[in-house]
């Protein structure tokens, strides 16, 4: 994958997202939906904190995209090294998650920003937009949420989301130390030269300037602090504001505003800095309110009986239906319009549909331009009447086109869009009916080559139960009938480079299978589950519960059916190739997408076989039934001779 993907036409990549991301299926993935939400930024990738360090030295980005999942040791200490060179670049943290009372409290004042992984593309294109923005929350705050403002509350909040086990260092001015210890991703410990505990880590949270490092926790660190992670941050930062002095900013009430007045309300934090940002900078007389949630908006609204208001259709309280309802049956706030936003655009659909106050759409994600224009069209429309029209503004995500693979990028022809070239890894939808053009794309897909050469070669395990044997006249085994025993299955990587770029830590079961004209296996399908695999037991007695003589090619076989009772089971072994990565719209893999290279394959009673596995018998698959959703739910099996 090229470390850096191109600027569309005409624009100089002066400007730049430097994405550090392990694996290169997300690193695709992040870096695709980056050239939507960033179309005048450059994005390079680096894999290692090492390559950041290069690629930020040449091309001084404006935005760090960090994937803390797994974590990066050292990250403290990369975070402070960038702070000397690019003081005034922002980060977003791509972390577990970061309860949203700390993120509603800390708002913009942050150098570090977090999304909870996995996360919706809307929510991460409103992020990153935010960040790039000028972030108008106040005139005072324009510069904060850089780098320039790191301090000790953001590491911690790094470390824990992390679930890192670690000691932080602190040193502050007038000689002033202290540490902070994290154990599996919670505060267990704070202390400076007079304190320890609570009153520890409330100190150094008003330390200004703080440097911080990371070190090893020792085994013998007192636990001082207890209790849940998150509620001991707030607790402490809370703290903290109060004893500080308070700031000297300009005061806003000084310039009253005289626009017109919207309230936003939306679960997603960034998404509201995102609006926020967007229409203040579009009209700076604009009133703005925000809410987190329905019942909160609902208030709000019957408090400021806005001009507009923007619901988001999903909601962690109420859903976007329920709220329109409670305003139709208040006269005050009945004839209030209201403009929707959800990525579930059907949904939405239907609910503009049954709701008369709801009358505008607007598909998540969207930019800044879409936004702004359908706020004034809004606007300018006044308040909702009975014959109010409704208009839907369409997403910004392209409609589903084929399928492309290709191993080397496309170079542009002279004088073409350079922003069609195509990178060595190609990100495209799954072969699928077509799909009207609001209709957000479910997956998308990484095709092959992954990696180089035959290293994306795999080896199934699949566990299987007798259902028939037969036997020969000389009793020599013939064909084998067998059903999955679990549709779990076990998937080896001989490929270390293969095992490093994608994020697999958990199981697979069987998906759909699809067949050629003779009835073998040309493509299988795997989807992830949710936890990890575990072998299946196998049992090499073969218990008779019924014997059929059957017909062969003028002669006559054994057919031998086991007791249902004592049913025998074995692993199936295939020499498999993977052709690409299924990605769900929150970044996870969604299916892995394998060739069935041979007909030939091995059969052990071992349960935990493998590429090496050398004493299973060599069989080929001769028939497949699938059930109803397209899965094996039979094989047969002839021995090979």
Wanted: with cysteine; net charge negative; charged share 20%.
């Amino acid at each position: 994958m090229p470390s850096s993907l191109p600027s569309p036409a005409g624009t100089a990549p002066h400007r730049s997202v430097l994405l550090i991301e392990e694996y290169d299926a997300l690193a695709v993935a992040i870096a695709s939906a980056l050239k939507k939400f960033a179309p005048r930024h450059a994005t390079d990738v680096a894999h290692s904190l090492a390559e950041a360090r290069v690629l930020a030295g040449k091309s001084a980005p404006d935005l760090f995209i960090i994937d803390f999942d797994p974590n990066y040791p050292n990250l403290t200490e990369f975070l402070h090294e960038m702070q000397g060179v690019q003081a005034d670049a922002r980060a977003l943290i791509i972390a577990a998650g970061i309860p949203r009372e700390i993120v509603a409290e800390r708002r913009s004042f942050g150098a570090l920003q977090f999304i909870e992984k996995p996360f919706e593309v809307a929510d991460f294109g409103a992020a990153v937009q935010a960040l790039l923005g000028p972030w108008r929350e106040s005139e005072s705050a324009i510069s904060r949420g850089t780098l320039r403002f790191l301090s000790l509350p953001d590491v911690v909040l790094l470390q824990c989301a992390g679930g890192r086990s670690v000691a932080v260092e602190v040193k502050g001015s007038a000689g002033r130390s202290g540490a902070v210890h994290i154990l599996d991703g919670q505060i267990s410990h704070a202390e400076t030269d007079g304190r320890s505990g609570v009153d520890a880590l409330k100190e150094m949270f008003t330390w200004a300037e703080a440097r911080m490092s990371e070190a090893e926790r020792p085994a013998s660190a007192p636990h001082t602090i207890h209790g849940p992670w998150a509620v001991v941050f707030l607790d402490a930062w809370r703290r903290a504001k109060t004893s500080q002095q308070p700031s000297s900013l300009p005061s806003e009430e000084a310039r009253p505003k005289t626009g017109k007045k919207i309230v936003v309300i939306d679960d997603t934090e960034m998404l509201l800095i995102f609006v926020e940002d967007v229409l203040a900078t579009a009209d700076p007389n604009l009133r703005i309110t925000t809410a987190l949630n329905g019942m909160s908006g609902i208030k709000e609204i019957e408090r400021i009986i806005p001009d507009l208001v923007l619901l988001d259709y999903s909601l962690p309280d109420l859903t976007g239906d329920e709220v329109c309802r409670r305003l139709l049956q208040d006269e005050r706030t009945a004839r209030v319009p209201v403009l929707m936003m959800s990525g579930h655009v059907p949904e939405m659909a239907a609910a503009a549909a049954r709701l008369e106050n709801v009358v505008t759409t607007i598909a998540k994600p969207f930019l800044s331009d879409a936004l702004v224009d359908v706020v004034e069209r809004t606007l300018a429309a006044g308040s909702r009447s009975a014959s109010s029209s409704r208009a839907t503004v369409a997403p910004v995500a392209p409609t589903h086109a084929p399928a492309v693979a290709a191993r080397e990028p496309k170079r542009p022809e002279e004088g073409e869009d350079a922003s069609e070239s195509i990178p060595a890894i190609v990100f495209a939808p799954p072969t699928q009916p077509a799909e009207s053009a609001t209709a957000a794309p479910k997956v998308q897909t990484v095709s092959a080559p992954l990696v180089s050469g035959r290293q994306n070669d795999v080896v199934l395990g699949l566990f299987l139960e007798v259902v028939s044997m037969q036997f020969t006249p000389q009793l020599r085994m013939g064909a084998v009938r067998a059903k999955p025993f679990s549709f779990t299955v076990s998937l080896y990587m001989p490929s270390a480079a293969l095992r490093a770029m994608l994020p697999l830590k958990t199981g697979f079961q069987l998906g759909q299978t699809e067949l050629d004209a003779k009835g073998r296996i040309t493509t299988l399908r795997l989807s992830p589950t949710l936890k990890p695999f575990q072998p299946a037991p196998t049992r090499n007695a073969f218990e008779i519960g019924d014997v059929a003589v059957i017909p062969a090619q003028a002669r006559e076989r054994l057919e031998l059916m086991p007791a249902a009772a004592a049913a025998m089971t074995m692993q199936l072994l295939a020499q498999l190739e993977l052709v690409g990565v299924q990605l769900s719209p929150t970044f996870q893999v969604a299916q892995l997408i394998l060739k069935w290279r041979s007909n030939a394959v091995r059969v052990t009673f071992s349960s935990n076989g493998i590429a090496e596995e050398k004493s299973g018998a060599a069989f080929e698959t001769a028939a497949i039934q699938l059930d109803n959703s397209a899965r094996i739910a039979e094989l047969l099996l002839n021995p090979i001779r």
